[in-house]
C-alpha cells in the first residue's frame, strides 16, 4: 500500500522569512511521481511544484523548491522569502506511472503572518 | 484553453435528495477522475471514468453514488438520498492520455463543488 504522511497539521512563518514543510511517504514502485499542491480558502488545488522520483536533481519553481530525499522517502517543501498569498492550506501527494490514483496527506496549514 | 470546470461550486441539499455534481474536463482530456474531501482530509480517490466507461470505481461507497461520463456532455457524478456524511468538497481532474501513456501522470483539478447536506 502508498501512503503520504504530513506530520505538521499547521504552521506559520513571518512574512519573508522562509519555511520548511515536511512530507514523508511510503511505496514499492521504482518510477513514481511526487506533488505539492496549494489549497487557498477558494479550496481551488494549484500545483506549487512536481518532482519525478528519476531524476535526481530537486525541483524549483521560483520561490518554491523541494528537497528530496529518495532513500529516506522524504520529499520536503521549502518557502522562501514567504508572501501573505502563500496563506493556504498545502497537500503533498503521490502517484505511481502507470497507475492514476493520487495519494493525499492529511495537510499542512500554513499561515503567514505580516 | 479552459481549465477543469466544474459545476456548481456550492450544492445545499436536505437529507433525502439527490444531489448532481457536474464535471467538464480540459479540451482534449479524455480522462476524469473524482476526489473526495471530508473537512480536515486530504482528498480521496473515488473513480476513473473514460467515454462512456467507469475504468475503476474502488473508492466510490456501493450504494448512492454513481458516476458516469457520456459521450457527449459532462461527466456526472450522483449521490443519491444524501446524508449529512456526505457533506463535503467534490474535486474533478482530467488527464489528456491514460497513465502510463508517455505522461508525467498529471492529473488538472477543477475548482470543486462543495456540498452541504442539511
Known amino acids: 500500500a502508498q501512503t503520504v504522511t504530513q506530520s505538521q497539521p499547521e504552521m506559520s512563518v513571518q512574512e519573508a522569512e522562509t519555511v520548511t514543510l515536511s512530507c514523508t511517504y511510503d511505496t514499492s514502485e521504482n518510477n513514481y511521481y511526487l506533488f505539492w499542491y496549494k489549497q487557498p480558502p477558494s479550496r481551488q488545488m494549484i500545483l506549487v511544484i512536481r518532482?519525478?522520483?528519476?531524476?535526481?536533481q530537486n525541483a524549483t519553481e521560483n520561490r518554491f523548491s523541494v528537497n528530496f530525499q529518495k532513500a529516506a522517502k522524504s520529499f520536503s517543501l521549502k518557502i522562501s522569502d514567504s508572501q501573505l498569498g502563500d496563506t493556504a492550506m498545502y497537500f503533498c501527494a503521490l502517484t505511481t506511472s502507470g497507475t492514476y490514483k493520487y495519494i493525499f496527506g492529511t495537510g499542512t496549514r500554513l499561515k503567514v503572518l505580516a | 484553453n479552459a481549465g477543469v470546470m466544474q459545476n456548481p461550486r456550492h450544492l445545499v441539499r436536505r437529507r433525502g435528495q439527490e444531489a448532481r455534481l457536474r464535471c467538464s474536463p480540459m479540451?482534449?482530456?479524455?480522462?476524469v477522475y473524482w476526489y473526495r474531501q471530508l473537512p480536515e482530509e486530504g482528498l480521496k480517490f473515488m473513480v476513473y471514468l473514460q467515454k462512456e466507461n467507469i475504468i475503476d470505481e474502488s473508492g466510490m461507497p456501493k450504494e448512492r453514488f454513481s458516476a458516469e461520463f457520456p459521450k457527449e456532455g459532462p461527466s456526472i457524478l450522483r449521490i443519491q438520498q444524501v446524508v449529512r456524511g456526505d457533506s463535503a468538497a467534490y474535486f474533478c481532474a482530467s488527464s489528456p492520455k491514460a497513465p502510463g501513456q508517455g505522461t508525467n501522470n498529471e492529473q488538472f483539478f477543477g475548482p470543486g463543488t462543495r456540498l452541504t447536506v442539511l
Open positions: 479540451k482534449g482530456h479524455s480522462h
Open positions: 518532482q519525478e522520483a528519476y531524476k535526481q
